[in-house]
Structure formats: structure tokens, C-alpha cells
């Protein structure tokens, strides 16, 4: 049986009336529809009780949530190519993987449409997105066991037979496969359609973690309780930072190259403050996130360097999208939201187009052999270091986005706009562009849904080519009926 929501606005319950600013569009860019998955939904996974939260202790709280909970799912969406079919994929499950039992990594096929034959923004309270769960599946390793979003679940004897998944981005293959990274690793790994790991593909060293004491796993310095920092720099001092790994995961429209992309500068590219308690995490401060290049025919890497905007307010990279072979949307954000209160003003929720190729007359450097890099954009350019060049392509604080009479996007859009994914081309020639959030399984804030018509002339989309459909026809006309 199929699960199917009419997407709500929410904005009248959660904020007053609006008053608007006259603003201009972004060039090419239009908002054609906004909408909310429901927090309340339930995913087709056919679990039974609920999952809880722990405390400190590692003790069962009374904060529990039903296993079959549908959320997360903004942290990412890749479309299959065929038939308005979306791959949604959540991260690590509730309270931030520290949970009674280990929650079951999944992924969701979804059905999702913009019904564009009646004027938007609405006057009233209304959607015209539509979603439609279709499937859920369990993510599985190669011996038939699930993937859980347990930070502990790693194995101390193989680094390789870890069941710790964290994924985070995911895009589709032209083979009928499909890529996720792994923001525990980080890694990438794939699957195929049922779920069932294929292969690991290994990153270079520098974006793992190095403990300097304990087990080395490969993937962490073994945590021994729920109160364990895994990444104070007594335990590391190279790669990623706490939570903050490979955020974001495209191909190329040839299904050639995997570029990743992390969500904030790796720990030795000058990413912390150092000088503090060696056993604190300290705070954030580098402003140079590294892009991950994988060629999937030669296993050849390259890597390139994006400067973020700024680093306070939980601000860094979620998500990347191939527009073709060179370019790229990369999607920063900020962690606030007036869903968190009045004072709680997002400053940050942007789409940046980037080209790894050019950088006017200068070629991109690639920064593979480079084992530190500087902390600013400043720092790079003494180096004679080229970043990728960034332009604003789309920013969803613009008061032009007006999601109905009364309110903007601003007004109520959430804390974690996580996903982005290419839609089918719409009737009269425009792109279309979902960009959705990340709702970490709350059971009171629905998963946000945005729909943009972007103009041929803005980008010079290359369509990936996927001939076979990832989800069963079939099984598609049978659930919809």
C-alpha cells in the first residue's frame, strides 16, 4: 500500500504575519512550490516498538521515538532518472546515534511531483508538492547484516567488518547502483538497489582520523562510553572534524567521477583552535573545506580547495550537485531557524556554482600533495593556491521566495536545508531543482520540500544518462494503485 502526503505549509501555526521587502529573484531562478512531509509519517520498513535515547550514562531515557519514524530523509536525495522516482537516504538515526537499540540504516524510494497548473506561491495555506513512499530498505554488508547508525558499532580486530554507517550524501549510478558517503569514515560505499554493500572505496589517508592513543581502527580512536570525545586532539590530529566529514556526494553526468565534499575544514588544514585542554574539543576556526575527486575507472583521487563563507553559527557545506562534468552547486548553511524562536534568524541557507576547471585565467589547483592547507582564503593565495571560484547562484533567504501571501521562505524555512537533487526537466523546458532539509527524525518539524525552475541559460545542465530504472515499474504501478 502506497504512503502518500499532500505536503502542508506549517507557517501560519509556527509565525505571525509577514511583512515583505520588494526584492528581485535570483537570475534564471524561480520557486515553484514548497511543502512538508509530515513528522507524524511512518516509513514503510515494517519495524515494530521504538527506539530511545540514552543518556550519559549509557542508560535508556524516556525520549523515544517509533522505528518506523519517517525523517531524516533531507540529508540526502538523488533522482533515479525515471518515472519522478527519488532516492532518500536519513544519516545515523535519533539522538545522534546514541540510542537503547541501534537504529537500522535505511533508504526510502519516493515518488515526489509539483503539481505547476495553479499559481504559486498559493494565497492560502496549500502545497503543490506531492511525496509518495514507495519502498523502504535496509542498508546490509556483505555478510547479510544491517548497518546501524551506532557510533560504537566498529570492529577493533578489521576496521574493514565495521557495521558504524553514517551516510550522508548519495547519488545514482548509470549501472543501476548508487554511491553513499559515509560521514563516520569518511567513506564512499555502494549499493545496489535492494541495499547490499558492493564495494568500500578508500579515500586518501589524510581525511581519516589518526588516533595517537588508543586502537587504532581506521575509523576512530576506540570511544569507551557514551562520554568519550573521539576528537579532542589528545586522540587526533588529522582528519575530519567532530561530525563533520563528507557531507555531500555527486557523479558526473558520464557516471565517471565521484566528487565529495566535506562539510568543514579537515582537522590539520588549520580547522581547530589549537593551544586548548588537549582533552576538550576545541572550536572550529579554518574556513577551507577540501573537494574529493574519484575516478571509479582508475581509482585515480584529485582534490581542490572551496572556501566556505564563515564558520560561526554552525555555518559549512551540506550538500553538492553536478550541473556537468566541471560545475557544480554546493549548498551552505548556517544552523538557525525562527522555528527555534524569534531570535533564532538564519543568516545563511545559499547555492554557490563552482567550477573545478577555471578560475578566470588561472587553472584550479589541485591540492593532493598539499598536507596542510591554510586557514583563509588569504593564507591560499600567498601559497599561490587557486580555490574553486564560487558564485551565488541561489539564496532561499532572498524575500523574493514567497511560499504564500504572508510569508517567505525565511519566515519558516528549518535549520538543516541538507539535500539537493536534479528533477525531470519541466513542460516548458526549465530544470528542476529540489532542495530539501534534514529533519533528524523529529516528531514535531516535518521535512521541508522547496521546488525551483531554473532557466536552460543560467546552467548548462548535462542530464545524467541512467537507462534502467533503479525502482521496478512494476512494482511502482502496483504501489500507486
Not at 547519488?171 to 547502483?177: H, L, Q, R
Not at 576556526?285 to 580547495?305: C, K, M, P, W
Not at 539537493?420 to 534534514?438: E, Q
Given at each position: 500500500?502506497?504512503?502518500?502526503w499532500?505536503?502542508?505549509?506549517?507557517?501560519?501555526?509556527?509565525?505571525?504575519?509577514?511583512?515583505?521587502?520588494?526584492?528581485?529573484?535570483?537570475?534564471?531562478?524561480?520557486?515553484?512550490?514548497?511543502?512538508i512531509?509530515?513528522?507524524?509519517?511512518?516509513?514503510a520498513?515494517g519495524?515494530?516498538?521504538?527506539?530511545?535515547a540514552?543518556?550519559i550514562d549509557?542508560n535508556?531515557?524516556?525520549?523515544c521515538?517509533?522505528?518506523?519514524?519517517l525523517?531524516?530523509f533531507?540529508?540526502g536525495?538523488?533522482?533515479?532518472g525515471?518515472?519522478?522516482?527519488?532516492?532518500a537516504?536519513?544519516?545515523?538515526?535519533?539522538?545522534?546515534?546514541?540510542?537503547?537499540?541501534?537504529?537500522?540504516?535505511?533508504?526510502?524510494?519516493?515518488?515526489i511531483?509539483?503539481?505547476?497548473s495553479?499559481p504559486?506561491?498559493?494565497?492560502?495555506?496549500?502545497s503543490?508538492?506531492?511525496?509518495?513512499?514507495?519502498d523502504?530498505?535496509?542498508?546490509?554488508?556483505n555478510?547479510?547484516?544491517?548497518?546501524?547508525?551506532?557510533?560504537?558499532?566498529?570492529?577493533?580486530?578489521?576496521?574493514?567488518?565495521?557495521?558504524?554507517?553514517?551516510?550522508?550524501?548519495v547519488?545514482v549510478?548509470?549501472?543501476?547502483?548508487?554511491?553513499?558517503?559515509?560521514?563516520?569514515g569518511?567513506?564512499v560505499?555502494?549499493?545496489?538497489?535492494?541495499?547490499h554493500?558492493?564495494?568500500?572505496?578508500?579515500?586518501?589517508?589524510?581525511?581519516?582520523?589518526?588516533?595517537?592513543?588508543?586502537?587504532?581502527?581506521?575509523?576512530?580512536?576506540?570511544?569507551?562510553?557514551?562520554?568519550?570525545?573521539?576528537?579532542?586532539p589528545?586522540n587526533?590530529?588529522?582528519g575530519?572534524?567532530?561530525?563533520?566529514?563528507?557531507?555531500g556526494?555527486?557523479i558526473?553526468?558520464?557516471?565517471r567521477?565521484?566528487?565529495?565534499?566535506?562539510?568543514?575544514?579537515?582537522i590539520?588544514d588549520?580547522?581547530?583552535?589549537?593551544g586548548l585542554?588537549?582533552?576538550i574539543?576545541?572550536?572550529?576556526?579554518?574556513?577551507?573545506?577540501?573537494i574529493?575527486?574519484?575516478?571509479l575507472?582508475?581509482?585515480?583521487?584529485?582534490?581542490?580547495?572551496?572556501?566556505?563563507?564563515?564558520?560561526n553559527?554552525?555555518?559549512?557545506?551540506?550538500?553538492?550537485?553536478?550541473?556537468?562534468?566541471?560545475?557544480?552547486?554546493?549548498?551552505?548553511?548556517?544552523?538557525?531557524?525562527?522555528?527555534a524562536?524569534?531570535?533564532?534568524?538564519?543568516?545563511l541557507?545559499r547555492?554557490?556554482?563552482?567550477?573545478?576547471?577555471?578560475?578566470?585565467v588561472?587553472?584550479?589547483t589541485?591540492?593532493?600533495?598539499?598536507?596542510?592547507?591554510?586557514e583563509?582564503?588569504n593564507g591560499?593565495?600567498?601559497q599561490?593556491?587557486?580555490?574553486?571560484?564560487?558564485?551565488?547562484?541561489?539564496?532561499?533567504?532572498?524575500?523574493?521566495?514567497?511560499?504564500d501571501a504572508?510569508?517567505?521562505?525565511?519566515?519558516?524555512?528549518?535549520?538543516k536545508i541538507?539535500?539537493?537533487?536534479?528533477?525531470?526537466?519541466?513542460s516548458?523546458g526549465?530544470?528542476?531543482?529540489?532542495v530539501?532539509s534534514?529533519?533528524?527524525?523529529?516528531?514535531?518539524?516535518?521535512?521541508?520540500?522547496?521546488?525551483?525552475?531554473?532557466?536552460?541559460?543560467?546552467?548548462?545542465?548535462?542530464?545524467?544518462q541512467?537507462?534502467e530504472?533503479?525502482?521496478?515499474?512494476?512494482?511502482?504501478?502496483k504501489?500507486l494503485?
Amino acid at each position: 500500500m502506497k504512503h502518500s502526503w499532500l505536503a502542508t505549509a506549517t507557517a501560519a501555526v509556527l509565525l505571525g504575519s509577514s511583512v515583505f521587502i520588494s526584492a528581485a529573484a535570483d537570475p534564471g531562478v524561480t520557486l515553484i512550490g514548497s511543502g512538508i512531509v509530515p513528522a507524524s509519517a511512518l516509513d514503510a520498513s515494517g519495524l515494530t516498538g521504538v527506539i530511545c535515547a540514552l543518556d550519559i550514562d549509557k542508560n535508556a531515557t524516556n525520549t523515544c521515538i517509533d522505528k518506523r519514524t519517517l525523517g531524516g530523509f533531507g540529508s540526502g536525495l538523488a533522482y533515479t532518472g525515471h518515472d519522478n522516482v527519488f532516492l532518500a537516504v536519513p544519516d545515523r538515526g535519533p539522538f545522534d546515534g546514541r540510542t537503547d537499540v541501534p537504529y537500522l540504516d535505511r533508504f526510502h524510494f519516493m515518488q515526489i511531483t509539483v503539481d505547476t497548473s495553479a499559481p504559486f506561491p498559493p494565497t492560502t495555506q496549500a502545497s503543490n508538492i506531492n511525496v509518495v513512499l514507495l519502498d523502504t530498505r535496509f542498508f546490509m554488508d556483505n555478510g547479510n547484516r544491517n548497518f546501524v547508525g551506532d557510533a560504537y558499532a566498529f570492529s577493533t580486530a578489521d576496521p574493514l567488518d565495521t557495521l558504524r554507517f553514517d551516510p550522508e550524501g548519495v547519488i545514482v549510478s548509470p549501472d543501476g547502483t548508487f554511491f553513499v558517503s559515509d560521514e563516520y569514515g569518511p567513506y564512499v560505499r555502494q549499493f545496489n538497489r535492494m541495499g547490499h554493500l558492493l564495494q568500500r572505496l578508500p579515500v586518501p589517508s589524510k581525511f581519516l582520523l589518526d588516533p595517537q592513543t588508543g586502537t587504532q581502527t581506521g575509523d576512530i580512536n576506540n570511544p569507551t562510553d557514551a562520554a568519550s570525545l573521539e576528537l579532542t586532539p589528545n586522540n587526533n590530529s588529522t582528519g575530519r572534524q567532530a561530525n563533520r566529514g563528507m557531507e555531500g556526494l555527486t557523479i558526473t553526468p558520464d557516471g565517471r567521477t565521484l566528487v565529495g565534499i566535506m562539510q568543514n575544514a579537515l582537522i590539520q588544514d588549520n580547522g581547530l583552535v589549537t593551544g586548548l585542554d588537549p582533552d576538550i574539543v576545541p572550536g572550529r576556526r579554518g574556513l577551507v573545506n577540501r573537494i574529493l575527486t574519484i575516478d571509479l575507472q582508475t581509482s585515480e583521487t584529485h582534490e581542490y580547495a572551496y572556501v566556505v563563507d564563515a564558520i560561526n553559527q554552525g555555518r559549512g557545506v551540506n550538500e553538492i550537485l553536478a550541473i556537468n562534468d566541471h560545475e557544480f552547486l554546493v549548498l551552505e548553511r548556517d544552523n538557525r531557524t525562527f522555528l527555534a524562536g524569534p531570535t533564532n534568524d538564519p543568516r545563511l541557507k545559499r547555492i554557490y556554482k563552482i567550477d573545478l576547471k577555471k578560475n578566470g585565467v588561472n587553472d584550479v589547483t589541485d591540492v593532493s600533495d598539499i598536507a596542510n592547507l591554510p586557514e583563509t582564503a588569504n593564507g591560499l593565495a600567498l601559497q599561490g593556491i587557486v580555490p574553486v571560484p564560487k558564485t551565488l547562484f541561489l539564496d532561499m533567504l532572498n524575500d523574493a521566495y514567497k511560499v504564500d501571501a504572508t510569508h517567505t521562505i525565511k519566515s519558516v524555512i528549518a535549520e538543516k536545508i541538507e539535500g539537493m537533487a536534479w528533477g525531470p526537466d519541466l513542460s516548458d523546458g526549465r530544470h528542476l531543482l529540489f532542495v530539501i532539509s534534514d529533519n533528524d527524525l523529529s516528531t514535531t518539524i516535518g521535512t521541508q520540500i522547496y521546488a525551483f525552475a531554473i532557466a536552460p541559460s543560467t546552467v548548462d545542465l548535462q542530464p545524467q544518462q541512467l537507462p534502467e530504472p533503479l525502482f521496478s515499474p512494476g512494482q511502482l504501478k502496483k504501489t500507486l494503485q
